[in-house]
């Protein structure tokens, strides 16, 4: 079906120009805002008759009033895509749209290990094969490319349906893969272990997306796939020589303002 092209009168600035598709996402957001920072021409594609576009409405207009261009149509329209462009002089598209399986809709992510690296347990195997035909693909296309390994980003919910965005450290008790040795907060908790064995249990029962979750929390954490490599500085460099000037911080600093939340929490509960 041929998508009409309707063109939003928002403003940009100046600089290449960018497209990018699922802007609304959980990475799409932190992109989009980081293109009209770096005062970017900035266009956003929406499907304006997808299920849930009347909860992304506001995420959508608040980037059109930062100077964001909409573009009203589908990634899979070809004519439509290539039409849009030409028209706008496109530049560079970046692309951090879902895919629409349940297993998307459900992790809301995509896990950014390096898949030709990382050999984790059915079912998560399949979707790292998948990965691996569309980065051979572009390899014999001679397309210029990045791939970007960021590991457990977007909130990757491990083994459990919580968001951790959405939750403070537990008090009371929480859940150790492996055998576990940090001490950070200073106590001990009661400690719920996953062994090996019972992730691979989930992961063989094949409930989606339990199983997938529990595959892929297993290559994370007991086979450790997101360390377990070396890089080669020229064709693998590391994202802290990318940015010398930049400031990053460890895990366990990062835990740090857990501790301040945490005390925060207390000082409450005690008043």
Not at 116 to 140: A, C, H, T, W
Not at 167 to 185: A, R, S, T
Request: aromatic content about 8%; glycine content about 8%; proline content about 4%.
């Amino acid at each position: 079906m041929s998508s009409p092209l309707l063109v939003s009168n928002g403003s940009a600035g100046k600089g290449g120009r960018i497209l990018i598709v699922g802007t609304s996402g959980f990475i799409g957001q932190f992109i989009t805002q980081a293109s009209l920072d770096a005062n970017r021409r900035t266009y956003i594609l929406v499907r304006s008759f997808s299920d849930n576009f009347h909860l992304k409405i506001k995420i959508i207009k608040e980037f059109e009033d930062k100077g964001a261009i909409i573009l009203h149509g589908v990634i899979n329209d070809q004519k439509f895509i290539e039409h849009m462009l030409r028209k706008h002089e496109i530049d560079i598209v970046i692309s951090v749209g879902g895919g629409e399986s349940i297993i998307v809709q459900a992790m809301k992510v995509s896990f950014g290990h390096e898949v030709d690296r990382s050999n984790p347990v059915e079912p998560g195997l399949n979707m790292y094969k998948q990965k691996r035909k569309i980065r051979r693909f572009i390899e014999e296309m001679k397309i210029p490319y990045t791939y970007i390994c960021c590991n457990s980003i977007a909130s990757w919910p491990y083994n459990d349906s919580k968001h951790p965005s959405d939750v403070l450290p537990p008090l009371d008790h929480f859940q150790i893969y492996g055998d576990g040795n940090e001490n950070k907060i200073g106590k001990i908790l009661p400690r719920i272990t996953f062994t090996e064995d019972v992730l691979l249990a989930i992961a063989a029962e094949k409930i989606i997306p339990r199983s997938v979750v529990a595959s892929l929390t297993h290559e994370i954490f007991i086979k450790g796939c997101q360390i377990g490599f070396s890089i080669d500085g020229k064709k693998d460099p590391e994202v802290c020589d990318l940015y010398p000037n930049e400031s990053f911080c460890t895990m366990d600093e990062c835990f740090n303002d857990f501790l301040l939340k945490m005390d925060e929490m207390l000082k409450m509960s005690t008043n």
